[in-house]
């Protein structure tokens, strides 16, 4: 029996775009396919302009319209749509984003050609909204077949950490129980970095699936960059070096943090918070800069922002 997906599409603030998502999803070329559209309680017609437009909908794809009876966010709205879904893997789409009418076949036929991974990853392509390419990820085929290979892989950037985009076997959720955290900016990064703390199979295609259109800001998942997002940033960081002890590559993830630490500061620098912010925030990075062993660790992001870095320690 063929594969099945489960595509999930939390929907809020999107009634400009929710046509051009859901159309991408009725043209797709795989015909195993369930879709999970889930209110997040939106304020305008985006679900309604859902529903009539599944209603006339003649196609192979399955729908499953879920509500939800206030506002949770994101993270959760995936959540939602995880826990109802059927599918061998889960798809998560943005539905101020598009796929490719052959997305699902690509990965799938990707996934089949490398014995089942438990992720495979698509080329995501970032657009304005005339459909003007503004950016692309690396298109490459690589594996990554050992939990070793996911963890640096991960810690090195070399695949998306975006939650897009991504063909994830049910059992990450069903076994490990690895959900997206609510309420917090960049849950993406957390749940990627958690995943690949075991995951031990990886597959990128080199096909462009995913349509990633920038600049929709008062969708459910873009937003300006504000003191929470920086509070949340250092609270990720917290939360990894919570996995010290649990990872294999120690000294990896230490390096990691203090990098992170670095670019962070720096960040700080450059946006020109104020002094009571950074004062605040430095508390927190210098308590992650002084744990056991991270002082000993040799950087390697630029020097000057470990200049920057040293200027500011001591606020």
């Not at 720096?266 to 927190?284: A, G, T, V």
Request: proline share 3%; net charge positive; charged share 25%.
């Amino acid at each position: 029996m063929e594969i099945k997906v489960s595509i999930v599409i939390p929907v809020y603030k999107v009634e400009k775009y929710i046509e051009r998502c859901l159309r991408s999803v009725f043209n797709q070329t795989y015909v195993n396919i369930e879709c999970i559209i889930v209110n997040d309680c939106t304020p305008d017609g985006s679900f309604v302009k859902a529903k009539k437009l599944i209603e006339t909908y003649e196609g192979n794809v399955d729908f499953k319209l879920l509500e939800h009876r206030q506002n949770e966010g994101l993270p959760q709205a995936r959540n939602t749509g995880i826990n109802n879904s059927t599918g061998d893997y889960i798809y998560f789409l943005d539905s101020d984003d598009r796929i490719t009418e052959d997305c699902i076949a690509k990965l799938v036929k990707t996934a089949k050609e490398n014995n089942l991974p438990e992720i495979v990853m698509g080329v995501t392509k970032g657009v304005d909204n005339l459909g003007n390419q503004v950016s692309v990820s690396a298109a490459q085929t690589k594996s990554f077949m050992t939990n070793t290979d996911v963890f640096q892989g991960y810690i090195n950037n070399e695949w998306y950490v975006i939650g897009c985009n991504k063909l994830i076997k049910k059992t990450i959720f069903d076994v490990h129980h690895t959900y997206f955290t609510p309420g917090i900016y960049h849950e993406d990064v957390m749940w990627s970095f958690e995943i690949s703390t075991y995951v031990s199979s990886l597959v990128l295609c080199p096909h462009i699936t995913y349509l990633y259109y920038i600049g929709d800001t008062n969708s459910i998942s873009r937003s300006t960059w504000g003191t929470k997002r920086v509070s949340d940033s250092i609270t990720i960081l917290e939360k990894k070096a919570a996995y010290l002890d649990k990872v294999s590559n120690k000294h990896l993830l230490m390096r990691h943090i203090k990098n992170e630490c670095y670019n962070m500061v720096y960040s700080l620098f450059r946006n020109h918070y104020s002094y009571r912010d950074i004062k605040q925030y430095m508390k927190r990075i210098n308590v992650l800069m002084n744990m056991s062993g991270i002082p000993t660790i040799k950087s390697d992001v630029p020097f000057y922002r470990r200049v920057i870095y040293n200027l500011y320690k001591f606020l």
